[in-house]
């Protein structure tokens, strides 16, 4: 396999990178905590390394190095396609080096050949009603083939630990490869009246989903790949990647672990905003009669901030600037989507919103996110059932996913096992009381 020997050839040096620093640099301190920081999700506190992808506050999210930008110019396309084929991205993730087209066309190549699904994954999704949340159903779907684990296989049977990303990049392989039919299965199942369509091997892994939920168009194809390239990775210290990374350092199988990773995607402080993105603009949209003037949207945001509220689609826990891949969508918008109500109104916020979050004085970065626009351009094209856009988050984000478990079991990075504090030796600690007073407190 392509991805075998290039990560094969790359493995040792790696490993001899990460020993270096950990038995030369092992006492060098590189942060300290406090103790708000403990009591405020950890934020800004180095808890990983993610090779894979890295995000800088001001230029966005980086893979492997490259920009989103360098990665839309430099990774091949398919022929007369606005973005690049998904294999090329994977390649570049799992490798860190840029795939020739004919090697980009071999990784899809690959997931063609292993995209069979296992037809438990279509009972299990079958078992929910057809109402109930997407992305129970591709977590559940994903979770389903725990069962198919090459890895959780050959580890029972007992092997080498230097080889366990070996087992886990073919999982990895196999879960890619079969996503886009699984997540096409529960599309058709909620939204077309459980009228699947069989996959077509004459397409590219992007166009593929598309055709399978009846939308066969170039437009949407090129939609799917922009998608897909966009949303793949954002460091593995945000709430879904840490989590698949976690479940992963204990050994858990690619399934279970990814399976745990669309979990916390679909939490509306994660990869559930884009959904209300979309709905956020709708219902401007609705109240409005139309596009709204800036003035009418001034209001609405300002009635937004009065009653508690955030702005779906502007801030940024990392980003302190405009997300390079809001910037994507807005040019890809501005050149196709023009006439759309949606787009319009999306623009218009754009105009107001930041000065007003600027105003607002605690909100740390006032741009748009990716979600500000992602769910706009999925309706125009089609996909007008926003509940579920997180599916489409999450088909992507498998591949930041694997990529780290793969690679984290290459390092072999350990189990991770962080401390936890009480209050009250918190307590102890900032008034240098001693523990014995405090217990009996
Ligand atoms: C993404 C987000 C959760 C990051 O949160 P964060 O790291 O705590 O952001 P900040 O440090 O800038 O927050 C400081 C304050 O500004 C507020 N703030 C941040 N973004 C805001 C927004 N878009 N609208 C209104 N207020 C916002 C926060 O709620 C916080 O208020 P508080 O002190 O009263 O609790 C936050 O910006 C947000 O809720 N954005 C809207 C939802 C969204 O787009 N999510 C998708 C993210 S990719």
Request: proline share 5%.
């Amino acid at each position: 396999m392509l991805l075998e020997n290039k990560i094969s050839d790359k493995i040792q040096v790696w490993r001899e990178r990460v020993n270096r620093l950990k038995q030369e640099y092992g006492d060098f301190v590189i942060s300290t905590v406090t103790v708000d920081q403990i009591y405020s999700g950890i934020r800004g506190v180095p808890i990983q390394v993610s090779d894979i992808s890295y995000v800088d506050p001001e230029k966005g999210v980086r893979y492997q190095g490259y920009t989103i930008e360098e990665c839309i110019k430099l990774l091949p396309n398919p022929e007369n396609c606005s973005f690049p084929y998904v294999g090329g991205l994977y390649y570049l993730l799992m490798t860190g080096e840029l795939p020739t087209a004919a090697k980009a066309v071999a990784i899809e190549d690959e997931w063609r050949g292993r995209a069979e699904v296992p037809k438990v994954v279509f009972d299990v999704i079958d078992a929910f009603p057809d109402d109930a949340s997407a992305m129970a159903m591709f977590s559940a779907g994903i979770l389903a083939m725990s069962s198919t684990s090459k890895f959780a296989a050959q580890y029972a049977e007992g092997m080498d630990k230097k080889d366990f990303w070996l087992p886990m990049l073919d999982d990895s392989m196999d879960l890619i490869a079969r996503a886009p039919e699984i997540c096409a299965y529960i599309y058709n199942k909620k939204y077309r009246g459980h009228q699947h369509i069989d996959p077509d091997p004459n397409l590219d892994y992007a166009a593929n989903f598309a055709h399978m939920i009846g939308l066969d168009e170039p437009k949407v194809y090129d939609l799917i790949r922009m998608s897909l390239i966009l949303l793949a990775d954002h460091e593995n210290a945000n709430v879904s990647a840490h989590t698949a990374h976690l479940v992963g350092s204990a050994l858990s199988d690619i399934y279970l672990a990814c399976s745990a990773g669309l979990n916390g995607l679909a939490g509306p402080l994660h990869g559930l905003a884009n959904q209300e993105c979309f709905k956020f603009i709708q219902d401007m949209v609705n109240v409005f009669g139309g596009v709204p003037t800036e003035e009418q949207a001034l209001d609405y945001l300002n009635s937004t901030l009065d009653s508690g509220r955030v702005i779906p689609g502007y801030g940024h826990a990392v980003l302190r600037n405009i997300d390079p891949r809001f910037s994507v969508e807005y040019k890809y918008g501005k050149f196709t989507v023009t006439d759309d109500p949606y787009f319009q109104t999306a623009d218009i916020v754009f105009k107001v919103a930041p000065e007003l979050l600027k105003r607002t004085g605690k909100v740390k970065n006032p741009w748009p996110n990716v979600d500000a626009l992602t769910g706009v351009l999925f309706h125009h094209f089609g996909l007008t059932h926003a509940n579920f856009y997180t599916v489409l988050f999450g088909l992507s984000r498998l591949m930041g996913f694997t990529c780290h478990i793969v690679w984290a079991r290459a390092v072999n990075k350990p189990i991770e096992r962080p401390k936890a504090l009480t209050t009250r030796i918190l307590e102890a600690m900032v008034t240098e009381d001693s523990l014995e007073n405090l217990v009996r407190k």
